[in-house]
């Protein structure tokens, strides 16, 4: 209970999000703060995203679905005219005469022995559905959006390595070049393989600044604001996501296959497609209803024609040639049977991404005590170096601050993966965001 009420604050708070950026569909949205936290971009996903868009016209269009079931023990009420010219046989020498009659009709349904509560009952199982797979959606974007807010941050690290990379192959082809031309130290043919190692440093620092500014472009779209490009965010504090305790396989399966939100959706489906069969089997079914009706006529000499009537009818079919009956009970079971079939299948796949979830989760735990111990010996490393450049006895500091740099950026790397296989989990467990939940 408690996290639904988390999910539906949540869901609250971003549809109703302060508003200040031209956004596609002419709706204005607050700007993102500089620098950008994960939390802020978590918060700040607009419901004019076309992921959320799409998902919403599906809930509005099972409301309504369910509002027509509803409306159909409604009052019914028309107004009828019948302009008419009448010849009575009653009446020998006249042929046509003014016999038009208005009036107004009240009509509704008292019963239909269980129909219409089917049909409302699969109605409203389908809006449960929708609402629930609008969920999923939402958290299939939250996931997005934090996987996009990592690249940004691991593509402006990787810029930095390769700028510094750059300016280490750069500085070494020029001091190369330059004692060529004075000292003739060099030869032709190692200036040119330097220049090679210059160029290719080049290349590929270029491509890593295009690439921070390719996952700008697509962070901004995850977000529902294409264009609004942020200069700085700030790494995450991922703290909340270290400290835990991988669960066994069949505990943390049970647990899914029990909360999971998209098989809370395939189940409402189900529910659905089975009082579908109900409504189907009551198809001909027999209906009781009331009218009233008040009428004026032009020619009123008749005996017959009431002014005001309130009638009771119990309509009950007694054939149908067609069999209409049998054709709708047998489409329905047949989706019957495909629905349950899909949640079987849906359940073996959520079975299958939890285990590949948890064999992620161990081989990132041994991948972070490999990164941590590379970060340290290339911070040892580096600081030889250090000490070696300042006694003139070596000159690959340059080399080993871009090591330590790498090491660094392969920790943090694995930290971001770290937490994007709990934040599935969580999501498969219908868990708000840890780090929304946190603050």
Do not use: C
């Not at 031309?181 to 600044?209: C, G, I, M, P, T």
């Not at 600081?383 to 920790?411: K, P």
């Amino acid at each position: 209970m408690r996290s639904r009420v988390l999910r539906g604050l949540l869901a609250f708070m971003v549809l109703t999000a302060p508003l200040g950026v031209q956004a596609q569909s002419g709706v204005t949205l607050a700007s993102l703060p500089e620098p950008l936290r994960l939390v802020d971009a978590l918060l700040a996903v607009s419901e004019t995203h076309p992921d959320l868009q799409m998902a919403h016209t599906q809930v509005a269009a099972a409301q309504i679905r369910l509002e027509q079931v509803e409306s159909s023990y409604g009052l019914d009420a028309f107004v009828e005219l019948q302009p008419r010219l009448a010849s009575k046989a009653s009446v020998s020498g006249v042929d046509f005469e003014d016999d038009s009659r208005y009036g107004l009709v009240l009509s509704k349904r008292l019963m239909d022995f269980g129909r219409s509560e089917s049909e409302k009952e699969a109605a409203s199982a389908a809006l449960k559905a929708q609402q629930v797979a609008f969920l999923v959606r939402r958290d299939r974007l939250t996931l997005n959006i934090m996987e996009r807010f990592f690249a940004v941050i691991l593509a402006d690290y990787t810029y930095r390595l390769f700028d510094e990379r750059l300016a280490i192959s750069y500085f070494r082809y020029i001091r190369m070049a330059e004692r060529r031309d004075r000292f003739e130290q060099y030869s032709d043919l190692e200036v040119a393989e330097h220049e090679a190692l210059y160029r290719k440093a080049y290349a590929a620092r270029l491509q890593a600044d295009l690439r921070r500014r390719q996952t700008r472009h697509v962070l901004a779209l995850a977000l529902g604001r294409p264009g609004e490009l942020s200069k700085e965010l700030v790494t995450p504090d991922l703290a909340v996501y270290r400290d835990r305790e991988l669960p066994p396989y069949t505990e943390l399966a049970d647990q899914v296959i029990s909360k999971s939100p998209a098989l809370q959706a395939r189940r409402q489906d189900v529910a659905a497609a089975q009082a579908a069969v109900d409504v189907a089997q009551k198809l001909n079914s027999p209906v009781l209803s009331a009218e009233f009706e008040a009428r004026e006529y032009s020619n009123t000499a008749s005996a017959s024609r009431d002014r005001y009537r309130a009638n009771l009818k119990f309509n009950v079919p007694l054939f149908n040639g067609t069999g209409q009956r049998d054709t709708e009970v047998a489409l329905a079971r047949n989706t019957l049977l495909h629905e349950q079939a899909e949640l079987l299948s849906a359940e073996y796949a959520v079975r299958e991404k939890v285990l590949a979830l948890l064999v992620g989760l161990e081989i990132n735990r041994a991948q972070a005590l490999a990164a941590s111990a590379q970060e340290t010996y290339r911070s040892y490393y580096q600081d030889h170096s250090r000490a070696l450049y300042e006694l003139e006895m070596r000159s690959d500091l340059g080399d080993a601050q871009a090591a330590a740099a790498e090491a660094m950026l392969e920790v943090i790397r694995v930290d971001f993966q770290h937490a994007l296989l709990w934040a599935q989990i969580d999501a498969l467990l219908g868990l708000p965001t840890a780090l929304i939940q946190e603050n």
